[in-house]
C-alpha cells in the first residue's frame, strides 16, 4: 500500500459520502481510506464501511487522538491527512505521490484550504488568505501545517511521539514541529483542498481568534504547555 489516508470522523454522516466519493474518484489508485470513528452517535461508522472505507474506533474524545489512531492502523508508506467535510481535486493523491518522488529529502509535505460552501467572494478570500498565511509562516520557518492536507513518511512518522492525544486543536501545527527536529518539511502551495465553512458559521471572529492564539502559543510562546492548549475551547 502506497497510501493511507485518515479522516478523523464525530457524527459525519452528512459529509462522508462527499468526501469519501471525491477520493475514490482520484486520479491516483494505490491508497486505502482508514475512517477513524470517535464515538460517533450516527451512522458514521456504517455509511463509512459501506463507502469502502476501513474504519477503525478510538475512545478518546478528540482529533487529536483520532488522527494519532488513525495513523497508528495506516498501513501505507505514507499518510495523508484530511477531514470529513473536505473534497479534492482529482489529481489531489498523485500530486503528494509525485512530490514525494520529486523531492527525495523531504519527510513531509503540506498544502492549503479553500471554503466550498460558503459564496464565491468568501471562497476566494480563504484560498488567497490561507495560501499568504501558510507563506509568510514558511518563509519564516515557522512551517503550519494544516490537519486537512498534509502527508508524511511513516518512516518519518514513526520516528516522532506523534500526534499529541490530549491536544484537541493545533495537534498539526504541533506535529509539525517535532516532524522539523529530524528532516525537511515542504511547503507546496498548489496542493489544495476545499473544506466546509461550518466552523465558522455564525463564529467567524471568535473561530478566526481561537485559530490564532492557539498557534500563538504553539509557535511563539513555548511557556504555554500541552495541558493549557488541551483545555482550549475545540472549535473544530
Same mark, same amino acid.
Given at each position: ?47 463509512? &464501511? ?9 475512545? +478518546? +474524545? ?83 501545517? &494544516? ?85 482550549? &475551547?475545540?472549535?473544530?
Amino acid at each position: 500500500m502506497k497510501i493511507s489516508v485518515v479522516i478523523p470522523a464525530y457524527n459525519e454522516e452528512k459529509y462522508l459520502p462527499n468526501c469519501i466519493k471525491s477520493l475514490k474518484n482520484q486520479t491516483f489508485h494505490d491508497f486505502e481510506i482508514v475512517v477513524v470513528d470517535n464515538n460517533s452517535t450516527d451512522r458514521t461508522a456504517e455509511v463509512a &464501511t459501506t463507502l469502502g472505507a476501513r474504519v477503525v474506533h478510538e475512545a +478518546k +474524545k478528540g482529533v487529536g487522538a483520532a488522527r494519532k489512531k488513525g495513523f497508528a492502523q495506516a498501513k501505507g508508506e505514507i499518510i495523508v491527512s484530511t477531514d470529513a467535510d473536505c473534497t479534492f481535486p482529482k489529481n489531489w493523491l498523485e500530486k503528494i505521490d509525485m512530490a514525494f518522488a520529486k523531492h527525495k529529502n523531504i519527510i513531509a509535505l503540506y498544502g492549503i484550504s479553500a471554503l466550498d460552501d460558503d459564496g464565491k467572494v468568501k471562497q476566494l478570500l480563504s484560498h488567497v488568505g490561507t495560501r499568504t498565511f501558510f507563506q509568510i509562516n514558511d518563509w519564516l520557518k515557522k512551517k503550519q501545517f &494544516t490537519g486537512c492536507n498534509l502527508a508524511v513518511k511513516k518512516t518519518a512518522y514513526d520516528k516522532t511521539s506523534g500526534f499529541d492525544a490530549n491536544i484537541r486543536i493545533c495537534e498539526d501545527a504541533d506535529l509539525c514541529k517535532k516532524l522539523m527536529t529530524i528532516g525537511k518539511v515542504l511547503f507546496v502551495p498548489r496542493l489544495l483542498v476545499y473544506t466546509s465553512a461550518r466552523r465558522f458559521k455564525d463564529t467567524s471572529i471568535k473561530t478566526l481568534y481561537g485559530y490564532m492564539k492557539l498557534y500563538y502559543n504553539v509557535w511563539w510562546n513555548p511557556k504555554k504547555n500541552a495541558d493549557t492548549m488541551a483545555d482550549m &475551547t475545540d472549535i473544530r
